[in-house]
T-cell receptor
Framework: GQNIDQPTEMTATEGAIVQINCTYQ??????LFWYQQHAGEAPTFLSY????GLEEKGRFSSFLSRSKGYSYLLLKELQMKDSASYLC????????????FGAGTRLAVHP | KAGVTQTPRYLIKTRGQQVTLSCSPI?????VSWYQQTPGQGLQFLFE???????NKGNFPGRFSGRQFSNSRSEMNVSTLELGDSALYLC????????????FGPGTRLTVT
């Protein structure tokens, strides 16, 4: 099965950089995904990693190390609108589009 | 391109009743997945349909069922509602056959009293 762990809450300052970690114990997966969810809204896709390494998309980057069972989401030049929950998820092997989510990290950005 | 739509957005039902929720995927997407989100359990996978076939099912009782139509629209049904079924029900569509980006709809907020 899959067990995905993320910190429950984080706080950061506007303009700063924050790293949200995700560790997992899984028998294997096709890809690791990051989603953003503002309160009361649907999750929106941020990035995903299939291979080890860094994927960069503007202010957001995601890193994966399969050997270490570890991923992180890096948010640069934080803005107030980045206050949201960040969800780490995997699609298990043979899972087609079945996403298994972690509990999410609630990020609060303050001035 | 229109996004994923879900109807209704809000629903209040009584324990023991049944409910049907609808999801229209992004045009051209053939995969529709359903998720339940609660404060205690987070986001949990219910099932996925691709070209009218259920490919995957999560760990939910048989009271939860779904189907997909030839135009890729999907419905999920919950029978004999329980208080614990109160949740946000999200559907997501994907253009690929597996492993790619999924786009979520706004969700249906179900309250069971």
């Amino acid at each position: 099965g899959q067990n995905i762990d993320q910190p429950t809450e984080m706080t950061a300052t506007e303009g700063a950089i924050v790293q949200i970690n995700c560790t997992y114990q899984t028998s294997g997966f096709n890809g690791l995904f990051w989603y953003q969810q503002h309160a009361g809204e649907a999750p929106t896709f941020l990035s995903y990693n299939v291979l080890d390494g860094l994927e960069e998309k503007g202010r957001f980057s995601s890193f994966l190390s399969r050997s270490k069972g570890y991923s992180y989401l890096l948010l640069k030049e934080l803005q107030m609108k980045d206050s949201a929950s960040y969800l780490c998820a995997v699609i298990p092997l043979g899972g087609y589009n079945k996403l298994i989510f972690g509990a999410g990290t609630r990020l609060a950005v303050h001035p | 391109k229109a996004g994923v739509t879900q109807t209704p957005r809000y629903l209040i039902k009584t324990r023991g009743q049944q409910v049907t929720l609808s999801c229209s995927p992004i045009s051209g997407h053939r995969s529709v997945s359903w998720y339940q989100q609660t404060p205690g359990q987070g986001l949990q996978f219910l099932f996925e349909y691709f070209s009218e076939t259920q490919r995957n099912k999560g760990n939910f009782p048989g009271r939860f069922s779904g189907r997909q139509f030839s135009n890729s629209r999907s419905e999920m049904n919950v029978s004999t509602l329980e208080l614990g079924d109160s949740a946000l029900y999200l559907c997501a569509s994907s253009g690929g056959s597996g492993g790619g980006e999924q786009y979520f709809g706004p969700g249906t907020r179900l309250t069971v009293t």
